[in-house]
C-alpha cells in the first residue's frame, strides 16, 4: 500500500507503535469500532481529506519516517500538505535560480517538455483510433492487418470507447487521421521555435485540437466540450481536474525532497501562488494519466452520475466517488510497465520521481533531462 486514501468523514488515525490505527463508524454494524490497522513502514505517501482526525503522534511518526501528507477539502481543492523535514540543498537551489533566469537553458527544457507531451497526445490518439478501427472490422467480420495494430500505452488499460460506434459517442467524430497529421507537423515548427511564448503556443493549440479528438472517445452519457476548472462544470473535467490536481501535488512533494524549489518554472512562468516547476514536470504524464484515467472511469462505468454532486457552481466527486477514483488512480500509478524510452520495467510514480532527478541533474548538463515517452 504505497499510498494510504483516508477520505470517510469524521474517522480518527492514531499511532499504535509501528502502525496507523483508523477507528469510525463501520456503516455495516452501525458501530464506532476500528476499522483497519496500517503499518507504517508500508506507505510512501498519505491522502486525508479535510474531515478526518489525525492525531499528533501519528503525523509526526509520518513526516519522521520521511512520509509526505496531502489535505484536500471534501470538493478535491488541495488545502496543502505536510512534508518531511529536507536538507536545505542551498547550491543546488542557486543554481535552479540562475538556470530559471537563462533563456537558452529555459527554451530547451520548455522545447523539451512540449514535445514530450505532444508526442504522447499523438499516440494516445493513434491508440484509440486503432483501436476503434480493429473493433469495428471484428464487428463486420474482417480483420484488421498486423501492421495496422498499435500496442496500448504505458501503464495503462485499453479503454472501451474506442469500440462504440458513432451513435454511441459523446461527440460527432472528428477526422482522427487528419488531426493525427496535424499534431505530426508540429514536431518541426516546435523545435524552431525561439521563444518560450511561441513553445507555450504550439503547446496551447496542440492541447485544443488533442481533447477535441479526445472527447470523442467518450461515452454519450458523458459530454466534453471544454475544459473548465475552478469549478470543473461536468464529471469529465471533474475528473481530469482532481487526477491533474493529486499528480501536481505529487510532483511537489518530489521536487523537495530533491532539493528543487517548486515554484521556479519555465514553461509555466514564476508566479505568485503555484508551484511552476511542478506544473512542468507533470505535462508529459498528463495524456497518458490524466485523460487516459479519466476516460476509463467513463467508459467501463467505474463511475456515474451518482459518484457526482452539485455544490458552489460546479461539479465535484462525492465521497463514493472519491473512493473508487482514488483506487483505480493508485492501481495506475503503480503498475508496472517495460518502457521503451527508459529501457527497463517501472511505474509512472517512479517516472515522475525521476522527472524531479532528472531536472536536478540537467542543472549542470541540460541534455540529461528526458521526458517520459509512451511506447
Known amino acids: 500500500m504505497p499510498t494510504a486514501c483516508l477520505n470517510q468523514p469524521n474517522i480518527r488515525v492514531s499511532l499504535a507503535g509501528e502502525r496507523l490505527e483508523v477507528h469510525g463508524r463501520n456503516e455495516a454494524t452501525d458501530r464506532d469500532e476500528l476499522l483497519r490497522e496500517i503499518p507504517i513502514r508500508d506507505l510512501d505517501r498519505v491522502i486525508l481529506s479535510d474531515s478526518v482526525h489525525l492525531t499528533t503522534p501519528a503525523l509526526a511518526a509520518l513526516l519522521d519516517r520521511g512520509i509526505p501528507l496531502q489535505v484536500f477539502s471534501w470538493s478535491g481543492r488541495f488545502l496543502g500538505s505536510f512534508l ?16 530559471t533566469l537563462e533563456p537558452a537553458f529555459a527554451l530547451q527544457i520548455a522545447g523539451r517538455i512540449v514535445t514530450a507531451k505532444l508526442y504522447n497526445q499523438r499516440r494516445v490518439l493513434q491508440r484509440l483510433h486503432a483501436s476503434r478501427e480493429e473493433a469495428r472490422n471484428a464487428e463486420r467480420g474482417t480483420r ?26 459523446a461527440n460527432p467524430q472528428p477526422e482522427i487521421p487528419s488531426t493525427l497529421a496535424w499534431l505530426d507537423g508540429l514536431f518541426q515548427p516546435l523545435r524552431g521555435a525561439r521563444s518560450v511564448d511561441e513553445v507555450r503556443g504550439y503547446e ?136 521503451e524510452s527508459v529501457g527497463h520495467r517501472t511505474t509512472l510514480r517512479q517516472q515522475l520521481e525521476q522527472q524531479a532527478v532528472m531536472f536536478k541533474a540537467a542543472l549542470e548538463e541540460p541534455g540529461k533531462f528526458e521526458p517520459l515517452l509512451i511506447n
Request: proline letters at 7%; glycine letters at 6%; charged letters at 20%.
Open 204 to 339: 496551447g493549440a496542440a492541447t485544443a485540437r488533442y481533447f477535441h479528438a479526445w472527447a470523442s472517445f467518450l461515452p454519450v452519457d458523458f459530454p466534453f466540450e471544454r475544459r473548465s476548472t475552478r469549478p470543473p462544470l461536468n464529471p469529465v473535467n471533474a475528473c481530469i481536474s482532481f487526477a491533474a490536481t493529486i499528480l501536481y501535488n505529487e510532483s511537489v512533494a518530489f521536487a523537495h525532497a530533491h532539493g528543487l524549489d517548486p515554484a521556479l518554472g519555465l514553461l509555466h512562468s514564476t508566479e505568485d501562488g503555484r508551484w511552476s516547476l511542478a506544473l512542468d514536470l507533470i505535462e508529459a504524464f498528463r495524456p497518458i494519466l490524466v485523460e487516459a484515467l479519466a476516460l476509463d472511469l467513463f467508459s467501463h462505468q467505474i463511475l456515474n452520475a451518482d459518484h457526482f454532486e452539485s455544490r458552489n457552481g460546479g461539479v465535484f466527486l462525492n465521497e463514493a466517488g472519491r473512493k473508487k477514483f482514488f483506487l483505480q488512480y493508485e492501481r495506475r500509478m503503480e503498475r508496472q510497465f517495460l518502457s
Open 144 to 169: 484488421q492487418p498486423e501492421s495496422d495494430r498499435t500496442s496500448h500505452p504505458a501503464g495503462a488499460t485499453q479503454p472501451t470507447p474506442t469500440g462504440l460506434a458513432k451513435s454511441e459517442t
Open 84 to 99: 518531511p523535514a529536507q536538507n536545505h540543498h542551498g547550491l543546488a537551489r542557486l543554481r535552479q535560480y540562475q538556470r
